[in-house]
């Protein structure tokens, strides 16, 4: 069956009308603003001026993005981080009660803490243990419920980069959204599915500027799709749902494209070389080879105990242990060079 996007988009939403802004109608500079009941006298606490409410469609910062990655800025959405592109694509297309996302665990939480928020109903198809994706499941498991199958790609926490091939054949067999969250994809060996989005209506890619930009702090985040479905969620995003601020230093942030590259390039490095360090532990089981900023690492036992020791350290990593294929795993962020010492002499002094 085709894939149209009007069978998908609740019918609700395509009737709906979106709030419309008094500064939607009017723009530039040297007019006298008195629409919208900001303070027109200053802003209090800075010498900034942030009295005046964000440009709602971000346009100079979509361009920039379109450049960069080939693509129109019709086809841009941004968010308060790529969790509010999750949140807004499940209450574009899954009915509470009735509708169903689709995940495979292990991967990352939020799919599942929005879809439970929008009462929808969450799907598992584990992936397989050699952790790529179990696409004769995934495809046996499309039911006319399922509105959107997540794919994580460089996953979270595993750290693989799924198989084009087999994301290309998810993409064939679904006639539901299939959004692949590419937050690690600067990382990875692997190209980003961005390319296909002319082939694929149904392709949405998620980016964020919370790791390889370093800008976790501004909460900024990206959706890419066809013109149709962009259309939608900026129809249904709250209208200054992108901060002055936040805007500011995405911009910032596109200009010194470069200085990404190099933070990647350090970042792998290290990634790399915490790998070496950490294999040579007795008590390591295995690291997992990664295309992300963090390392999955399995021990000989149980993790708990590893972890307090760690933190007694003062150093945080996050326990994976309870999910599944990651018994006895840790995930550690990849971090800057003294850190990652300080990890490898913790592990090797108290293990
Ligand atoms: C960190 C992460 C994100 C980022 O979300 P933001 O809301 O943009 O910070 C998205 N997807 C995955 C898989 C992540 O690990």
């Known amino acids: 069956m085709a894939f149209n996007l009007q069978d998908l988009v609740l019918p609700h939403i395509q009737a709906m009308k979106p709030y419309s802004s008094a500064r ?14 900001e303070n027109n006298l200053g802003s209090v606490g800075t010498s900034e001026a942030l009295n005046r409410y964000p440009d709602p469609i971000q346009l100079p ?11 129109s800025e019709k086809q841009i959405f941004l968010g308060n981080g790529s969790d509010e592109a999750i949140d807004l694509l499940i209450r574009l297309v899954c009915q509470s009660q009735r509708d169903s996302i689709l995940v495979q665990p292990p991967t990352y939480g939020m799919y599942a803490v929005s879809a439970s928020l929008n009462q929808t109903e969450v799907q598992e198809i584990p992936l397989k243990p050699d952790l790529s994706l179990d696409v004769k499941a995934i495809v046996a498991a499309i039911r006319a419920e399922t509105k959107i199958i997540f794919l994580c790609s460089p996953n979270n926490p595993t750290g693989v980069t799924l198989a084009p091939e087999q994301i290309k054949d998810v993409l064939i067999a679904a006639n539901c959204l299939v959004v692949v969250d590419e937050a690690y994809i600067d990382f990875s060996r692997s190209p980003s ?9 149904n392709l949405v890619v998620l980016r964020t500027f919370s790791k390889a930009w370093g800008l976790a702090g501004i909460r900024l985040g990206a959706a890419f799709a066809s013109e149709e479905i962009i259309r939608y969620l900026t129809k249904i ?6 901060n002055i601020l936040t805007q500011r ?7 010194s494209a470069d200085e990404m590259k190099e933070y990647v390039n350090q970042v792998i490095s290290e990634r790399e070389r915490l790998h070496q360090q950490l294999k040579k532990l007795p008590a390591v089981v295995e690291v997992y080879p990664s295309d992300a900023n963090f390392l999955l690492v399995k021990f000989d036992r149980e993790v708990k105990p590893i972890y307090d020791t760690l933190l007694a350290e003062g150093v945080v990593v996050r326990d994976r242990s309870k999910v599944l294929y990651c018994e006895n795993a840790l995930r550690f962020s990849i971090g800057t060079a003294e850190e990652n010492d300080k990890v490898i002499d913790i592990l090797t002094d108290k293990l």
């Open 249 to 255: 230093a995405g911009l910032a942030a596109l200009d």
């Open 61 to 71: 910062l979509k361009e920039k993005l379109a450049h960069l990655n080939g693509i």
């Open 237 to 242: 995003k709250p209208p200054y749902n992108v």
């Open 24 to 37: 939607d109608e009017f723009r530039g500079d040297g007019m006298v603003f008195l629409d919208a009941n």
């Open 193 to 201: 599915v961005i390319n296909w989005l002319d082939e694929f209506p």
